[in-house]
């Protein structure tokens, strides 16, 4: 029997794990469920205005119609009229006032989703018209202010402004976006016994599903289980918006002790759910005259929507990255949200860092048209240093810096210097059709800037015919995480993928976990994973240095030399001292061995404090660069892509293919 090579991570690359069945069409998602029996489907009741009174709300017509089962209200909530995730400032229910078009203020379960959606349009509602606020400009007017400003500053910004040569001023708008996941918002309530209630949920976070449904209901955590197999996209979407969904066909099959299923429409998921967080910002800027930065101040204005939701980490991660890739030695950087009467924004791929770092690259840019000079030259000046110029403003050393290195690499790969010559020559011969090239950098931290989120469990049974179950906290939503874990458990363990199953998460069998979000899926679950393996390896370990010294009576074993390799356990000195995994699984079995380990994982040293505005907030930072080169119709406003080079340094990659995917998704779904 030969060993000649250990499995690693990379060498089993294989394609998502769920690739074959998304092309064939097999793979299951929420509404691809049958119907179970007794089903009902549910709809909703939305606000028409964006802000008033409810002087009254008139459901007697509707549950008169045919086949409509049950309609609730906020008085009909058996627990706590609310679903806000970090403030209790979101009613799950509008009871007195609503405050954004599409606020839900009841629900309705009929047996057909047409009866549902017909009873909905019958229902009488009596709303007296507030004064609206649609804008972050008239939210300011009326000093909206969600909560109080956040602020981080390093130097004497106000000193540092008189010594600059330059300083120029201006703002930056960055719009709303909606997340255009396949598959809309949909969860499907099924009653047990006593008050249990189980969730089939579209949910990037099933332990606040979890949370926000048993608070709805009045009842504990243990009694909720809410289980997700995979996603159809999400990219933010659902962190917080699917527990809303979970609440109302909670709400709707405790009431009638009947599963009830409510999938949204696309008018409806657009219409009720948050977007992109818009920002309206301002900006001052004081640099030499050779284009250094010596002093910048911004104020980060968010449009928060009608309630909290995640808007304050957001706001807090787009002042993390205000400088983006720059070493600013004098920097105040204010975070302001705003109460709007729009629907609640909500967590985007990104998650305020591209707001926060979109306006230092918009001063950047105004500053190589005052010295009629090159952006990427000031760029290249004012990049992060690698033992000098390393202190981010919050005073966490940026460290494994590579963006002198990839700025290089791409300007070289990209041609950029020939291409910006091509596109002078083009706009000189073109009068209404112009063309512009810019290299933009990104440094990106990695990691919930919510300290105790950074937690993740996992959950690995070996069976005794061999085969392996994984259970992790996180969530498949297209971006191949179960694939990695499938790939980090197989590596750690010496075994082939083929004979590891991913199960779908489930909050009975993973508590506590924290939402699939921050770009930590697979650094959070992949190590609870290793953990989970290395605690079955310590159990197994024992059992096959037992059972090889039955085997090999004449061997001399020293469990500390036992190895996993190639399906295979074996004795390091002696390769042929050896078991096939799935004979070791079965003996071990026979000997009492347990089989199963219950991994964790949190990210050491990680923290900030809000108050003093310092800390260290990310576990490491990581780097990337692209080039674009775009072409404008500057009659009709119509941009076209020309090419794109992106450079990401990503480290060693569990899987470079569905990691590149990754890279040119964001950027594409960035382009908008």
């Not at 997340?179 to 009653?191: G, K, N």
């Not at 008018?267 to 301002?282: A, C, E, N, P, Y």
């Amino acid at each position: 029997m030969k060993h000649s090579h250990k499995y690693t991570i990379s060498q089993q690359e294989p394609v998502h794990d769920s690739a074959i069945k998304h092309v064939q069409g097999t793979s299951v998602y929420f509404d691809d469920m049958l119907p179970l029996e007794g089903e009902l489907q549910a709809w909703l009741v939305t606000s028409p205005v964006a802000h008033g009174e409810i002087k009254n709300i008139d459901i007697s017509e509707a549950l008169r119609q045919e086949g409509v089962e049950c309609i609730l209200t906020a008085r009909d909530i058996p627990g706590e009229n609310q679903m806000g995730p970090v403030f209790h400032d979101e009613p799950c229910l509008a009871s007195d006032k609503v405050t954004c078009i599409g606020q839900t203020i009841a629900i309705i379960a009929a047996n057909t989703f047409e009866q549902a959606f017909h009873a909905a349009k019958k229902v009488k509602l009596e709303i007296s018209p507030l004064d609206e606020i649609l804008s972050i400009e008239k939210a300011i007017e009326k000093k909206a202010i969600l909560q109080p400003p956040r602020k981080i500053e390093r130097g004497n910004t106000d000193k540092a402004f008189k010594k600059c040569d330059h300083i120029l001023q201006g703002s930056f708008r960055s719009g709303a976006q909606e997340h255009w996941y396949l598959e809309t918002q949909i969860s499907i309530a099924v009653p047990g016994e006593d008050r249990e209630m189980t969730l089939y949920s579209s949910t990037q976070h099933p332990s606040e599903t979890q949370a926000v449904v048993a608070e709805v209901l009045g009842i504990s955590k243990n009694e909720v289980v809410v289980d997700t197999r995979r996603l159809g996209g999400a990219f933010g979407g659902k962190e917080t918006s699917g527990n809303h969904i979970a609440a109302w066909a909670a709400l709707l099959a405790n009431k009638t002790r009947r599963p009830v299923r409510l999938r949204l429409t696309r008018h409806m998921d657009q219409m009720i759910t948050g977007k992109r967080h818009r920002f309206l910002s301002d900006w001052k800027i004081g640099f030499d005259k050779n284009g250094v930065i010596q002093a910048y101040d911004v104020v980060l204005n968010a449009d928060a929507g009608h309630t909290s939701d995640l808007t304050m980490a957001i706001l807090e991660r787009a002042m993390f990255h205000a400088e983006n890739a720059y070493y600013i030695p004098n920097i105040r950087i204010t975070g302001k949200a705003w109460r709007t009467n729009l629907p609640s924004n909500v967590a985007f791929r990104g998650f305020g860092q591209p707001q926060g770092m979109a306006v230092i690259e918009n001063a950047i840019d105004a500053m190589a048209r005052f010295l009629k000079t090159e952006a990427e030259s000031i760029r290249e000046k004012n990049f992060y240093g690698l033992k000098e110029r390393n202190i981010a403003p919050y005073g966490a050393v940026v460290e494994n810096n590579r963006l002198d290195f990839i700025a290089k690499n791409i300007l070289l790969s990209s041609d950029y210097f020939k291409r910006k010559n091509a596109v002078d020559t083009f706009n000189k011969k073109n009068r209404f059709v112009k063309r512009g090239i810019s290299l933009v950098p990104v440094k990106f931290g990695i990691s919930f800037t919510t300290s105790f989120l950074n937690q993740a469990g996992s959950l690995i049974h070996v069976y005794a015919d061999g085969s392996i179950q994984v259970n992790h906290g996180g969530i498949e939503m297209g971006q191949g995480l179960n694939t990695k874990m499938l790939q980090v458990a197989a590596a750690e363990l010496g075994v082939s993928i083929d004979r590891i199953k991913v199960t779908a998460t489930n909050t009975s069998k993973v508590p506590n976990t924290s939402a699939t979000a921050a770009s930590s899926g697979s650094d959070l679950n992949g190590m609870a994973v290793k953990n989970a393996v290395d605690q079955l390896k310590e159990k197994m370990i024992p059992a096959a240095a037992e059972i090889l010294s039955e085997m090999f009576p004449k061997a001399k074993i020293d469990a500390k030399k036992i190895v996993f390799e190639n399906d295979t356990v074996f004795l390091k000195s002696n390769p042929k001292i050896a078991i096939d995994f799935s004979e070791l699984a079965s003996r071990a079995y026979l000997k009492q061995t347990h089989l199963s380990a219950a991994g964790y994982y949190r990210t050491p040293d990680i923290w900030f404090d809000r108050d003093k505005g310092v800390g260290k907030p990310f576990h490491y930072y990581t780097y990337g660069m692209s080039v674009s080169e775009v072409e404008v119709d500057i009659l009709t406003g119509h941009v076209k892509l020309l090419r794109v080079d992106i450079i990401e340094d990503a480290g060693e990659p569990l899987n470079k293919r569905i990691d590149e995917g990754q890279v040119i998704g964001g950027f594409v779904q960035g382009l908008g």
